[in-house]
């Protein structure tokens, strides 16, 4: 079973501040999900990265997979308190990318105060 | 295109008792997983059926808890007899029969057991 690590677990800032939060693993990932969960509700996905070094940009929000595939990382910039949430890095254990079931990390619980 | 439904959204138990939990997935999805999440931890993998089969249930508990997701009607979880550490929210997703096998969440039941 592939092992995600989520840090840090619990970040709080002010709006208008950026933050980073990360997802390691000791395995190599075929890919990596990133979701953001809001009280109450389900996972809402944000992102797939596939490819190795692969940066993607969704409005204020940066991912960035490791060249190795080893690792992600998530970046908001300038943080408002509509990104306050849970995010949740997700990967499908083993080596091929069907369907199939999804292993997640803890989660970063990341409260953003006007 | 109505989201994947689930009900209810809360449920009491007593000790002892049964608890069912429904999912309705997306249409045109026929995949369903099902999720557990205990307090501030991520999401735990329980099961994987497409209609009438189980494909992979290597996270249910071996004792008290079935699902299926018969020819008709909505994908159900049954738990039998519930103890105080069911006490969680489950999450049920969906996904089409395509390569991407995207997973959409419900918004979850959360299940008190008093």
Redesign the interface.
């Known amino acids: 079973t592939q092992l995600l690590e989520q840090s840090p677990q619990f970040l709080s800032i002010q709006e208008g501040e950026n933050l980073t939060v990360y997802c390691n693993s000791s395995s190599v990932f075929s890919s990596l999900q990133w979701y953001r969960q809001e009280p109450g509700e389900g996972p809402v996905l944000l992102v797939t990265v596939v490819t190795g070094g692969e940066v993607k940009k969704l409005k204020r929000l940066t991912f960035q997979f490791g060249d190795a595939r080893k690792d992600s990382s998530l970046h908001i910039t300038a943080a408002q308190p509509g990104d306050t949430g849970l995010y949740l890095c997700a990967c499908r254990p083993g080596t091929t990318d069907s369907w199939g079931k999804l292993q997640f990390g803890a989660g970063t619980q990341v409260v953003v105060t006007p | 295109n109505a989201g994947?439904m689930q009900n209810p959204r809360h449920l009491v138990r007593r000790r002892g008792q049964e608890a069912r939990l429904r999912c309705s997935p997306m249409k045109g999805h026929s995949?369903v997983?099902w999720?557990r999440q205990l307090p501030?931890?991520?999401?735990?993998?329980m099961v994987?059926l497409q209609k009438e089969n189980i494909?992979?249930e290597?996270?249910m508990p071996k004792e008290r808890f079935s699902a299926e997701f018969p020819k008709e009607g909505p994908s159900i979880l049954r738990i039998q007899q519930v103890v105080r550490g069911d006490s969680a929210a489950y999450?049920c997703?969906s996904?089409p029969p395509t390569?991407t096998?995207?997973?959409?969440?419900?918004?979850?039941t959360r299940l008190t057991v008093l």
């Open positions: 994947v995949h997983y999720y501030e931890e991520g999401l735990k993998f994987y494909i992979d290597s996270g999450f997703a996904s390569q096998g995207q997973q959409f969440f419900g918004p979850g």
